[in-house]
């Protein structure tokens, strides 16, 4: 079946721009997570949905960044006014109600 | 905190030899921990879960509670797992990363 799928791969942003990530994940997951990968680190807890409630958003670094599921499927990170630190790539994973998370390809964002 | 600290950044051995990727974790409750693989041009993806206590590709992974230790073994390395691996912890729904070690395995 089709796994975690995110778009754009890539997007070269202009500092101060406004940006938005999507995640598509797997049919009947329920929970969703986003975490952010700087270079030569792990990946770092952003978001937390569970259905379309966002239950924790604990790791967002600042109120630039946003991130919404409203149907409960989809879903959408958003990051407002890019500064050059944002630049990471950006991975999505779902699950099942606490059971293996699975990843999706991430976003690489680069702020100019 | 919790936090997982995988103290090297690469690994590199032959083709043939033992295998062992460290992962160390301080965590006040039961941990629940896992490791994940990262091979070229792929996604990250579970390779085992000690929970589970199986055996995937070879690797195995024991939690030492007294070491605060879950490291990664494989007994004969080869040359299809050079890959990233990330050590994790579960913390609530959310999993904390090490910073990952770069397994090579040389010819």
């Known amino acids: 079946g089709a796994g975690v799928s995110q778009s754009p791969r890539y997007k070269v942003a202009k500092r101060g721009q406004d940006v938005a990530l999507r995640c598509d994940p797997i049919s009947g997951h329920v929970s969703l997570f986003w975490y952010q990968q700087a270079l030569g680190q792990g990946p770092e807890f952003l978001t937390y949905f569970q259905n379309e409630a966002q239950l924790d958003k604990s790791g967002l670094p600042s109120d630039r960044f946003f991130a919404e599921r409203p149907e409960g499927s989809v879903s959408t990170l958003k990051i407002q006014r890019t500064q050059q630190e944002d630049s990471a790539v950006y991975l999505c994973?779902?699950?099942?109600?606490?059971?293996?998370?699975?990843f999706g390809p991430g976003t690489r964002l680069l702020v100019l | 905190a919790q936090r997982v600290t995988q103290p090297e950044k690469l690994l590199s051995v032959f083709k043939g030899a033992p295998v062992e990727l460290k992962c160390n974790y301080s965590?006040?409750?039961?941990?629940?921990l896992f490791w994940y693989v990262q091979y070229s041009r792929q996604r990250l993806q579970l390779l085992l879960r000690h929970i589970s206590r199986e055996s995937i590709k070879g690797f195995t992974a024991d939690l030492n509670k007294g070491e605060t230790s879950f490291h990664l073994k494989k007994p004969f390395a080869q040359e299809e797992d050079s890959a990233m691996y990330y050590c994790?912890?579960?913390?609530?729904?959310?999993?904390?990363f090490g910073a990952g070690t770069i397994l090579r395995v040389k010819s």
């Open positions: 994973a779902s699950s099942r109600l606490q059971e293996t998370q699975y």
């Open positions: 965590y006040s409750g039961s941990p629940e």
């Open positions: 994790a912890l579960a913390r609530g729904n959310k999993l904390v």
